[in-house]
């Protein structure tokens, strides 16, 4: 990996891990999906896992979650080794995951109905969610008729409400509109500076992760392996709507296209 | 939603009288009464309290046979949609159960049963377990895997798996199973009162057919459809009701 200059974009990680993955193999029948896999995210950060379709996104962060057994490794979140799911962590699905014969309170309260939260206190939580992902007036709403931008708000509403420190969020806005998924962008970079959690957000767009992240783990496939992690640092004081023209901005984007065009066909 | 308008349904309904007395009127054939023959049929039998009477004696196998099979027949659909070996065991029986010629087992039913409640309540059984039974199970296979994966991830247990996520996502087609099971348990009802016993409604049939009393005849079996089709009404509003946001492009009337 000679040819990586984004390097010099890199910083000393801190010491305050939330979440580290060991030596994470897992295979599926034949097919070696990830291999090796070791990765720290530090605590109250944003890290990205970027990287081709297939290249194992969804299954390292389906380990972490405890949805998927590792072959083999091992994952620990806050130093504890993880067994199975854990209210320390919370999932955002890729395609929203709600339960359509639910309203939207119920949706956004489901977490916490699982978690055996009195009706109202669940309630109350739920709406005050609601209103903070800007969906304040919808909570009667169901599923159907709301458009996929929305639909995510609630996705994102029930992982915030359930109140874990690890938020788990698999290509999130994938499934939105190109003027809907800036304006998550723009809501996330505040999330994660008012909200004192640990993000882990897979995508496959290298401007997204850029934007977005504190530290980027990008993912190359076949065997899946880890690349290199680019910490940008300088534009991250910067208002949302300046990131984009900043340089640093535009030279990892460029980096990182540099040392992955080679694995697109 | 997709509400019928009222309007509409009272125009298909006058079309198909009309039709009915129309064709009672050229007649078809001499043993097809007209609508209003029937009707007035109907409504003697009303009257004098006969039919009242036969409902109460047909009641019996179809409530008790719909009843049982929706029961027995939800739970066993979900138990073969969770294990393998509970599909790989039973779901053949409901296979060749839904397959058979009923008219076929009846005798054998008498032989096993005789000719009392017990064989009638068996003949609905067969007629509205089976598709009940396979339609849960395949809902139940089939539910999507990322709310599967959503109720773990939020630290589901089995039972919340089972009762908040796979039996609301099975539910519109273990209804429309409920739908064609208990109306094929109509047709069992009047069936096992023709073949085994003629006793209620099949009594009439019967008793009608052989003194050429043909209106009566057609208002019994006119009623049957009628307490159906009200029934039917009935089951899916209390879907409707239960699981308000699922009925998005499926549920009709
Ligand atoms: N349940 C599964 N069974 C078999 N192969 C799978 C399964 N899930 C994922 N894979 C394979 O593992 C690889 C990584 O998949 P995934 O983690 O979904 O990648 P990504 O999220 O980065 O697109 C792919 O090659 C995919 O085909
Ligand atoms: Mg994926």
């Known amino acids: 990996m000679s040819q990586i200059e984004a390097f010099k974009h890199a910083q000393p990680v801190p010491d305050d891990i939330a979440v580290s993955t060991r030596n994470i193999c897992k295979t599926y029948g034949s097919v070696e999906a990830l291999k090796d896999m070791t990765l720290e995210f530090p605590r109250g950060q ?13 299954t390292l962060l389906k380990i972490i979650a405890g949805l998927l057994p590792p072959t083999s490794g091992e994952v620990t979140v806050n130093g504890k080794p993880v067994t199975g799911p854990g209210p ?4 955002v699905f890729q395609d929203f995951a709600l339960l359509p014969w639910a ?3 119920r949706n956004v309260a489901f977490g916490l109905e699982l978690r055996g939260v009195a009706r109202s206190e669940r309630e109350d939580i ?23 931008g929305m639909r995510q708000r609630v996705g994102l509403a029930r992982a915030l409400s359930v109140d874990a420190q690890v938020l788990l969020m698999d290509e999130p806005f994938s499934a939105v509109d190109e003027q809907t998924r800036r304006k998550f962008q723009e809501d996330l970079l505040s999330l994660v500076q008012n909200e004192n959690k640990t993000f882990i957000f897979v995508t496959h767009s290298i401007e997204e992760a850029v934007y977005v992240s504190d530290q980027i783990a990008i993912l190359l496939p076949r065997p899946s392996r880890v690349s290199e992690i680019i910490r940008p640092t300088g534009f991250r004081q910067k208002s949302a709507d300046s990131i984009r023209r900043d340089p640093e901005y535009l030279d990892i984007v460029d980096d990182i296209w540099a040392s992955l065009r080679s694995y697109v066909e | ?26 007649p078809v054939s001499y043993a097809f009464p007209t609508f209003l023959d029937s009707v007035a049929a109907l409504w003697r039998m009303i009257i004098d309290g006969s039919l009242f009477v036969a409902y109460a004696e047909t009641l019996k196998p179809l409530v008790t046979g719909v009843a049982i099979s929706t029961v027995l027949g939800i739970a066993l659909g979900i138990w073969i949609g969770l294990s393998r070996v509970f599909d790989w065991l ?12 009923l008219a076929a087992l009846i005798p054998l039913l008498v032989m096993a049963y005789g000719i009392g409640l017990t064989s009638k309540v068996f003949v609905v059984c067969i007629m509205a377990m089976p598709v009940i039974v396979l339609n849960t199970a395949g809902a139940v296979r089939h539910t999507p895997e990322n709310i599967k994966a959503m109720c773990r991830s939020f630290m589901g247990t089995r039972i919340d798996m089972l009762f908040k996520i796979i039996i609301p996502a099975a539910s519109p087609l273990i209804f429309s199973g409920l739908r064609l099971g208990i109306s094929a348990g109509f047709i069992g009802a009047i069936l096992s009162e023709l073949k085994i016993t003629p006793t209620g409604v099949g009594d009439i049939i019967t008793f009608s057919r052989s003194i050429a009393d043909y209106p009566s005849m057609y208002a019994a079996i006119f009623s049957i459809i009628v307490l159906a089709v009200l029934f039917l009404n009935l089951l899916e ?17």
């Open chain 2, 90 to 101: 039973f779901s053949p029986i409901f296979v060749v159960m839904q397959s058979a010629p």
């Open chain 1, 88 to 91: 320390d962590r919370a999932f």
């Open chain 1, 46 to 58: 944003l890290t990205s896992l970027l990287g081709p379709s297939g290249c194992g996104k969804t």
């Open chain 1, 126 to 148: 739920a709406a005050r969610y609601i209103r903070e992902v800007g969906l304040g007036g919808f909570e009667q709403a169901y599923p159907h008729e709301l458009s996929g």
């Open chain 1, 103 to 105: 309203s939207v309170l």
């Open chain 2, 1 to 26: 939603m997709v509400y019928r308008p009222l309007f509409l349904k009272l125009l298909s309904a006058l079309i198909l009288f009309g039709a009915w007395e129309i064709a009672g009127r050229i």
């Open chain 2, 237 to 253: 509003r209390t879907e409707k009701h239960l699981f308000k946001g699922n009925d998005r492009g499926y549920v009709s009337d």
